[in-house]
């Protein structure tokens, strides 16, 4: 079965010669469904997240607004665009205002490059594993500015942490990230995905695939500051960290891309580790591939998504926070140099064609 | 308090403690009174250098509320339920201790049946408050899970409390000739399905929170304390037998009827914060069998000896009695001229010298581990400051 | 062992049974003790795996309670207020006891006023006893000041106090946590008891209300400002006499023998 890829760029693309002012549309059009897709799936993914919580701690979670709180979120969403906006008297407002919009930017950045279904991707680019490593980058640059511009002491210890966590995280996963596309032999998005139809790179690549999702999933955790990485915000050492002395709609956009953050982590590995959208195939087991087509590609990407935030969530609400050191050194002395050493042998890997379903 | 900040100032603009040649400034924080730590309105200064503790500073004050010199203006029965306002965590056993006090100076009877009912009752709460302090640790060191959990089986225990007692926090239970009220009917029964209830979740916190890795590898090694060093500062308690001295006055001076029950005491050797951890733990474990080898020996008796109403009267003298609550030695000193009302009575509260450890132990460790430790003190600041 | 001596390390300590920490802590995710806690004597691999190990029986525990939604202790308040039952023993209000007949003890020996730690109950005898020498007027419990230490219940020699389980006590108004506990000012139950003529009950019978705690203790304050007041007068009226009288006494420097008699 072959995939019929197009993005949504490649078709604004076959639009604008016919029609400028067409594609002008489409364009406006698609930039309206990104935000659409961020904000809701964001109050989706703040709904799940206090619902599991919730259930992992033996309590029911939001309850009252709407059937089992489903509307909580948007109650959440609009208590904080009514409070009061506070930017502190000492703080470098400039800084203060743009820092949560940097962070959101590279939220927002990351998603278009996505391939959700074979025709659900804003852009297709052909460098698409080196731009999401790279925009996913600004993140990191909101978080910092938030808490240097903030003028407190607190705000900038978690912003100095976060800084040094996400820069030496980023590291790691971009090992990890290097072993898929060695394997895919390709940078595109969706061109991984499609390297994966006679099976996904998490087994066909044997260990390689595993230590390199398992580095990817705890670099990725660290780089999305969530627990037990989430030391730039370490309630309980730091109040609130970066974030101290945001309040209203600032904070929310920090609290959105935190989430929407999750959801890109968990949908690259699912494209990369997981077959992203590509249905669970067998080599050239026609009989099997056939029945698991009968799912559509949206589907499927959904699953994995799901689960591989499920994932996240289980971990923060089971471990504790490590300690900055610690942290440090379980990059720096840990992942990195399982992550090279797994690169190396991916490498051979790949060259000797010593792995499943290999072309 | 403005002393102690412009002495930790005047300490710095005059020696100059970066040690490395890149050069690093030190800056102060406060840490509270409003703080997620502090459990309370404690207030820590620290001296810090980037992510390392240089000094730490306790600050006290934000919620003195004169317990002791209220006590003054009343009978000894109304200053038992202030001191449940002390270490709300431990309330039994602060009635428990001015009640000692009182009976000992007064030479008051009480009955077997009596002290079971306030051993038992006492072992229960220490359950519950090293609960919450279990929880706390969990959600100090960044995991949200273990509060819930600890506060769940906690809740159990205030169940218990309120069919007994009618109170969940501030009991006001025992008082100088008796309890207040004799154990409920089903109390036995209740705390028989408690105890059975709780041992498998102890056996939980230990998957959940004691054999883990990251849990391991922050607080092993971390805030020692040597025993010359948490007996000079006065630490008792967990504190003090964690770091390996066996003094626990359940058993060196048993009252109550400790002498006739099987327990051990906990010791640690390294005064680090995983031993006060490990010792929290056992502690619960030496509770429960306690309250097992209790619970269907309560013997028969009175359980008030006196009129609720009537006066007491302490000859004139100074009178001393202290006990061990879940946080150390609570130790009540009664000055009495012989009239109803106490002319003096000053506590010597766990919490208030457990707290001066971590000025001992944060000092050089990092931020993370500050916290650590002084969840690891486990302190309750309405206790520091009475 | 005495009180003031605390045993230093070296000495021996009289406590018989000591549990010192396992050097190897047996738990579910195993073992990891030493130096570096999880990299001990199993070697780095081993300890690795052990670590691992010791995450996942964590996650396990979680789960477990994911999976059993029977496990929820949470009750959700104001859904289950039908099913909610407070122990009969909990202490949220003070409530009198009236009889069947709605006859209360209350003898107003104000037992439980002096013992009352804070000042949170404040008896007023009637001005007028319709029946007998002493009579009730008002028991107002004051629950802002009350801190629910049930000393006043146990020391009532004539059980008329109780606590109950009406915990909903938040009002709009702080004047309102003032209550007025008995249902009516007038004599005990026994003296009731006694009167043939339901006539004559009644009108020894005022009802109260039970908001009215604040009016009373009010006018309670006004009655102490009028004393207040009344006495500085009787005293200024003295000092100004004593003023008076020197200065007859300064006027007439030759006191005549006979006067010392009037002064």
């Not at chain 3, 409530?95 to 006023?113: L, P, V």
Request: hydrophobic residues 45%; neutral net charge.
């Amino acid at each position: 079965m072959s995939w019929q890829v197009k993005s949504i760029a490649e078709r604004t693309g076959d639009l604008l010669p016919g029609s400028p002012w067409t594609a002008v549309l489409y364009v406006l059009l698609t930039i309206l469904a990104v935000t659409a897709f961020v904000t809701v799936a964001g109050l989706v993914l703040i709904y799940a997240e206090r619902k599991i919580a919730a259930h992992f701690q033996c309590r029911v979670g939001p309850m009252r607004v709407g059937w089992h709180g489903v509307l909580q979120s948007i109650a959440d969403a609009i208590k904080l665009l009514m409070k009061e906006d506070i930017v502190p008297r000492d703080a470098d407002a400039l800084l203060h205002i743009l820092a949560p919009v940097l962070s959101f930017a590279g939220m927002l950045l990351v998603m278009i490059a996505l391939p959700m279904s074979p025709t659900v991707q804003v852009s297709d680019m052909n460098i698409g594993v080196l731009y999401v490593t790279a925009v996913s980058g600004l993140g990191v640059l909101g978080i910092l500015l938030g808490g240097w511009s903030s003028n407190n002491k607190w705000s900038l210890l978690g912003a100095m942490r976060a800084g040094a966590q996400i820069i030496s995280y980023e590291v790691s996963a971009t090992l990890a990230l290097l072993v898929v596309v060695l394997f895919a032999g390709t940078l595109q998005l969706s061109g991984i995905v499609q390297s994966q139809e006679t099976g996904w790179w998490i087994w066909r690549a044997h260990g390689c695939g595993i230590v390199a999702f398992a580095i990817f999933l705890i670099a990725g955790t660290a780089e999305i500051n969530r627990t037990p990485f989430d030391l730039a915000e370490g309630e309980s050492e730091l109040t609130a960290g970066f974030h101290t002395e945001y309040s209203g709609l600032r904070f929310s956009f920090f609290f959105l891309s935190e989430f929407l953050n999750m959801f890109v982590l968990a949908a690259m590995a699912s494209t990369l580790f997981f077959g992203g959208w590509m249905p669970l195939h067998i080599g050239h087991f026609a009989g099997f591939n056939g029945i698991m087509d009968l799912l559509p590609p949206g589907l499927w990407f959904t699953l994995k998504t799901t689960a591989m935030i499920f994932l996240i969530m289980w971990f923060r609400w089971t471990f504790p926070r490590l300690r900055v050191d610690q942290l440090m050194r379980l990059e720096w002395k840990i992942l990195l140099p399982i992550g090279f050493v797994n690169l190396f042998v991916s490498a051979a890997c790949v060259v000797t064609g010593f792995y499943f379903f290999a072309q | 308090m403005s002393v102690h900040v412009s002495t930790l100032q005047a300490r710095i603009s005059g020696e100059s403690t970066a040690s490395s040649p890149l050069s690093t400034e030190e800056y102060f924080v406060n840490m509270g009174p409003q703080h997620p730590s502090t459990h309370g309105v404690l207030r820590l200064v620290l001296r810090l250098d980037g992510e390392t503790v240089r000094e730490v500073v306790p600050v006290l004050g934000y919620i003195h509320r004169g317990i002791e010199k209220m006590g003054e203006h009343g009978n000894y029965r109304q200053f038992v339920h202030l001191v449940d306002r002390m270490d709300y965590l431990s309330a039994l056993a602060n009635n428990w201790a001015v009640t000692m006090v009182v009976e000992k100076a007064a030479k008051m009877e009480t009955t077997e049946r009596i002290q079971a009912i306030r051993t038992l009752v006492c072992e229960l709460q220490r359950i519950q408050s090293h609960l919450l302090w279990w929880g706390v640790f969990g959600m100090d060191l960044g995991g949200f899970t273990p509060f819930f959990y600890g506060l769940r089986e906690r809740e159990q225990i205030c169940d218990i409390f309120e069919k007994t007692i009618g109170a969940r926090l501030t009991m006001n239970y025992i008082q100088p000739g008796g309890v207040m009220f004799d154990i409920h009917p089903e109390f036995v029964k209740d705390v028989k399905a408690f105890i059975s209830y709780l041992k498998p979740k102890l056996v939980e916190y230990d998957a959940l929170v004691t054999d883990n890795v990251i849990i391991q590898e922050r607080i092993r090694g971390i805030g020692k304390l040597s025993a010359e060093r948490a007996i000079a500062l006065g630490a008792t308690g967990p504190v003090l037998r964690a770091s390996g001295v066996a003094h626990d006055l359940r058993k060196s001076e048993p009252y109550g009827v400790y002498s006739q029950l099987d327990f051990d005491v906990p010791v640690g050797k390294d005064g680090d914060c995983w031993d006060r951890y490990w010792v929290r733990m056992e502690e619960m474990r030496q509770s429960v069998r306690m309250i097992e080898q209790l619970i269907d020996n309560i013997p028969e008796g009175k359980t008030f000896m006196v009129k609720p109403a009537a006066k007491i009267k302490v000859p004139a003298g100074v009178h001393y009695s202290h006990l061990e609550t879940a946080r150390g030695i609570l130790g009540v000193l009664l000055v009495s001229d012989g009239k109803e009302a106490p002319y003096r009575i000053h506590c010597r509260t766990p919490n208030f010298n457990n707290l001066w450890c971590i000025g001992e132990m944060a000092t050089g460790g990092r931020m993370g581990d500050l916290v650590a430790m002084l969840s690891s003190i486990d302190i309750v600041v309405p206790d520091i400051d009475r | 062992m005495p009180a003031d001596s605390v045993p230093m390390p070296g000495e021996s300590i009289e406590t018989p049974t000591v549990v010192a920490p396992p050097e190897k802590h047996v738990g579910v995710g195993g073992a990891m003790t030493g130096a570096v806690p999880w990299i001990d004597k199993a070697g780095v691999v081993g300890g690795v795996f052990r670590g691992i190990r010791s995450l996942f029986s964590g996650m396990g525990v979680t789960v477990g309670y994911l999976m059993r939604p029977s496990t929820v202790v949470t009750q959700e308040y104001p859904e289950n207020r039908e099913t909610l039952k407070l122990p009969d023993r909990f202490r949220a209000q003070l409530a009198f006891n009236h009889d069947d007949k709605g006859y209360h003890k209350c003898t107003m020996c104000r037992i439980c006023e002096e013992a009352c730690p804070n000042v949170s109950i404040i008896i007023t005898g009637r001005e007028k006893p319709a029946v007998s020498k002493k009579e009730l007027d008002s028991f107002v419990w004051r629950l802002d000041s009350c801190t629910f230490c049930n000393t006043c219940v146990i020391v009532c020699p004539f059980g008329v106090l109780r606590f109950d389980g009406t915990f909903e006590s938040s009002v709009y108004d702080r004047r309102l946590l003032s209550y007025t506990l008995n249902r009516y000012a007038g004599p005990v139950a026994s003296v009731l008891e006694k009167m043939e003529d339901p006539e004559a009950r009644k009108a020894a019978m005022d009802p109260r209300d039970p908001y009215s705690g604040a009016a009373v203790i009010a006018a309670l304050i006004e009655k102490q400002k009028a004393t207040k007041v009344s006495q500085r007068a009787a005293r200024e009226a003295a000092r100004a006499a004593r003023i008076a009288a020197k200065a007859a006494a300064a006027a007439a420097p030759a006191t005549p023998p006979e006067a010392k008699d009037v002064g």
